[in-house]
T-cell receptor, first 113, second 107 residues
């Protein structure tokens, strides 16, 4: 299995909803990442987990809450989002120190109404 | 000044043409990634370079660490190569995305 699987592919949520995005990989990668991408812009790093520990938080608002329950799974919990949070949320994984590139998921397209 | 500059920003070419996309960066890096993003969002990692040159099929990537410059070349371009190509230097365990080059190959 050489993929990063993200679910759901599309999500529409209200500003008072609580939802979660899920990311899964079975390549044994020990670094996992969340990115946010607005239309026609490059992805922006949100969080990095390294060996299941949060290593980088790019000053992301607390309405986004990441979780890494195990080495294969990465979640992004969403609560009280704003319409401007609508974007493509991308997950990626890599294996530190191998010289191999990142593997990206196909993303969750989130719309906040 | 942006940390990563790509050129051109947009490129339209005929099928079969040799394509070159350039990337300059201003910071010290541990590696540089070339990524491909198709409409709809999925990103594919094409290369990760820390020195020299790599080749995969019709794609070639080079990097000159001293000059802080990398290039991506596509030989015998094809309409299916149409996508956004992103240069992404890596530093401090983070990759810094360039704005991308939007490539359109005409049949």
């Amino acid at each position: 299995d050489t993929e990063v699987t993200q679910t759901p592919k599309h999500l529409v949520m209200g500003m008072t909803n609580k939802k979660s995005l899920k990311c899964e990989q079975h390549m044994g990668h020990r670094a996992m990442y969340w990115y946010k991408q607005k239309a026609k812009k490059p992805p922006e790093l949100m969080f990095v987990y390294s060996y299941e520990k949060l290593s980088i938080n790019e000053s992301v608002p607390s309405r986004f809450s990441p979780e890494c329950p195990n080495s294969s799974l990465l979640n992004l919990h969403l609560h009280a989002l704003q319409p401007e949070d609508s974007a493509l949320y991308l997950c990626a994984s890599s294996q530190p120190g191998t010289g191999e590139g990142y593997t990206f998921g196909s993303g969750t397209r989130l719309t906040v109404v | 000044k942006n940390e990563v500059e790509q050129s051109p920003q947009n490129l339209t070419a005929q099928e079969g043409e040799f394509i070159t996309i350039n990337c300059s960066y201003s910071v010290g890096i541990s590696a540089l990634h070339w990524l491909q993003q198709h409409p709809g969002g999925g990103i594919v990692s094409l290369f990760m370079l820390s020195s020299g040159k790599k080749k995969h099929g019709r794609l070639i990537a080079t990097i000159n660490i001293q000059e802080k410059h990398s290039s991506l070349h596509i030989t015998a371009s094809h309409p299916r190569d149409s996508a956004v190509y992103i240069c992404a230097p890596e530093r401090d365990d983070k990759i810094i995305f360039g704005k991308g080059t939007r490539l359109h190959i005409l049949p």
